[in-house]
């Protein structure tokens, strides 16, 4: 059968019976010479065989209406004349079945696990009985992160951690940390706004649900970082577990810049 276009009379297609018309136009041999002739069609034939030897499987390949199998070159893929990747076999069945594809997009439960529906009343601030301030660095901040706490300890009546050198606990990037008493936080955290030098400093409360402190009730100065508090214990009534007392270990030398 020949697909030469140019022996075809013209059509009037207005004027001339679908059936005619069906007879002329043969669109899916149109397809396949559009598809042989595709600019990623030949790339694959000339980079397998030659400008020759492409010539030729291109000519002998045009009256053929079965789709071409190339291979696509790595790993064993293959395509179709259209571009169409098709499926290496495999033993066995996914477990999860032939189906995926047409599963509906389901809505999430509107309360999330471990979250409670809205309370009947607010918290009292009072809950709060302490606070921490994480200090973040790395190998190229420790020296702003010394100072800080240089600067801390001639200032404020507070207790004083490690250097924590690796992670610890809930922080993922070593850190130092200090406890400080309710009435400091007025004065603590717009000190540290100021003061920061660049550095990532988490600032929460103690309130006995030290999930939900560190997740949920902090403060950040400068851009926040991951906290790995999901796996603790969460205390439903927002409390309940031990909090951790403040006993400050440093006595300031130096007056506050007011």
């Known amino acids: 059968m020949s697909h030469d276009h140019d022996d075809l009379p013209a059509i009037d297609l207005d004027h001339t019976p679908r059936d005619v ?17 595709s600019p990623a ?21 045009a009256p053929s209406r079965t789709p071409q199998v190339v291979n696509a070159g ?8 259209g571009g169409v990747l098709l499926p290496i076999a495999g033993p066995g069945t996914s477990p ?13 439960p509107g309360v999330r696990p471990d979250e409670q529906v809205l309370p009947t009343s607010p918290r009292p601030y009072t809950a709060i009985r302490s606070y921490h301030a994480h200090i973040y660095f790395d ?13 801390t300890v001639e200032r404020f009546p507070v207790e004083l951690g490690d250097w924590n ?10 850190s130092f940390y200090y406890g400080f008493t309710p009435d400091l936080l007025p004065i603590v955290v717009p000190w540290l706004q100021l003061n920061s030098l660049g550095l990532t400093i988490l600032i929460h409360p103690n309130t006995g649900d030290p999930r939900s402190d560190h997740l949920h009730y902090a403060l ?15 205390f439903v009534d927002g409390g309940g577990g031990d909090v951790e007392q403040i006993n400050p270990n440093i006595i300031p030398t130096v007056p506050l810049e007011t």
């Open 21 to 37: 018309v069906a007879r002329v136009i043969d669109p899916v041999a149109d397809r396949d010479w559009a598809e042989l002739l």
């Open 41 to 61: 069609r030949r790339r694959a034939l000339l980079a397998g065989a030659g400008l020759a030897t492409a010539a030729a499987t291109t000519m002998a390949a």
């Open 74 to 81: 790595g790993a064993g893929a293959r395509v179709s004349a």
């Open 96 to 108: 999860w079945g032939t189906a995926t594809a047409a599963q509906p997009t389901p809505r999430p």
């Open 139 to 151: 190998e190229d901040s420790y020296e702003k992160a010394a100072l800080i706490r240089r600067w």
């Open 165 to 174: 050198l690796e992670p610890r606990g809930p922080h993922v990037t070593p």
């Open 220 to 234: 950040w100065v400068n851009r926040s970082q991951s906290v790995n508090a999901y796996a603790w214990r969460r």
